[in-house]
């Protein structure tokens, strides 16, 4: 079945960075785009990035474009979340979701504070 099994987050200062990864199992990963989705305490999960399947077209939600990149690495079923010039507004779960399924993992924490 399908799996996604996020990692890399943690604890960084305001304006540090940090990369998420998302190894994926169980489906045809070049087949399908991939989305980063985020969830702060109190607060509805959005999402945050989206790379569809061949790589080449990203979108970002407003609020981290120009400080997030996403990216994908086929022959690995990985897709990556590389976060710069972090806010405290960024804490929160971060998600890795496909449409395959639909399907979600379990998330990663990042927490950015001082």
């Known amino acids: 079945q399908v799996q996604l099994v996020e990692s890399g987050g943690g604890l960084v200062q305001p304006g540090g960075s940090l990369r998420l990864s998302c190894s994926a199992s169980g489906f045809t990963f070049r087949n399908y785009a991939m989305s980063w989705y985020r969830q702060a305490p109190g607060k509805e999960r959005e999402l945050v990035a989206v790379?569809?399947?061949?790589?080449?077209?990203?979108k970002y939600a407003d609020s981290v474009k120009g400080r997030f990149t996403i990216s994908r690495d086929n022959a690995k079923n990985t897709v990556y979340l590389q976060m710069s010039s972090l806010k405290p507004e960024d804490t929160a779960v971060y998600y890795c979701?496909?449409?395959?399924?639909?399907?979600w993992g379990r998330g990663t924490q990042v927490t950015v504070s001082s």
């Open positions: 790379v569809f399947s061949t790589g080449s077209i990203t």
């Open positions: 979701f496909t449409q395959r399924g639909p399907s």
